[in-house]
C-alpha cells in the first residue's frame, strides 16, 4: 500500500486546511484491521499522533487539538482527511499520515511522504 498525503501549505492563524491521505490500495476492508492516522514531525522532536481512526470509525486526537482538528474518511475514495480549524503557529509541523494494518497479529506501518504546514502571519 502507497499512501499519498497532500494539502499542506502556508495559512494565517485561526485559518484552516484539510489534508489529505489517499491509499493506493483498498483500506478498512473487512478483511483487514486497518488504522489510520495523522502524525505531525518538527525539527528536532520526535514525531507525535495528532489524530487516529480505526476501521470501526473510532477516533482518537492529541490534547492539543481537540476540539480543533477533526479526522474523517471516505471508503470509496480510500482516503483519510484531516481538517484542521483555528490553526495556531505552534501547528506548524511537517504532516505524515501512516496506516498500521494487522496481519497475523502483526501490525506492519505504511508512511505517506509528508506535507508541510505553516501557520504564520
Known amino acids: 500500500v502507497q499512501l499519498q498525503a497532500s494539502g499542506g501549505g502556508l495559512v494565517q492563524p485561526g485559518g484552516s486546511l484539510r489534508l489529505s491521505c489517499a491509499a493506493s490500495?483498498?483500506?478498512?476492508?473487512?478483511?483487514?484491521?486497518?488504522?489510520v492516522g495523522w502524525y505531525r514531525q518538527t525539527p528536532g522532536k520526535q514525531r507525535e499522533l495528532v489524530a487516529s481512526?480505526?476501521?470501526?470509525?473510532?477516533?482518537n486526537y492529541a490534547d492539543s487539538v481537540k476540539g480543533r482538528f477533526s479526522i474523517s474518511r471516505d471508503n470509496a475514495k480510500n482516503t483519510v482527511y484531516l481538517q484542521m480549524n483555528s490553526l495556531k503557529p505552534e501547528d506548524t509541523a511537517v504532516y505524515y499520515c501512516?496506516?498500521?494494518?494487522?496481519?497475523?497479529?502483526?501490525?506492519?506501518?505504511?508512511w505517506g511522504q509528508g506535507t508541510l504546514v505553516t501557520v504564520s502571519s
Open positions: 501512516n496506516l498500521r494494518r494487522w496481519e497475523s497479529n502483526i501490525p506492519r506501518d505504511y
Open positions: 490500495g483498498s483500506i478498512f476492508s473487512i478483511n483487514t484491521v486497518d488504522t
Open positions: 481512526i480505526t476501521r470501526e470509525y473510532d477516533t
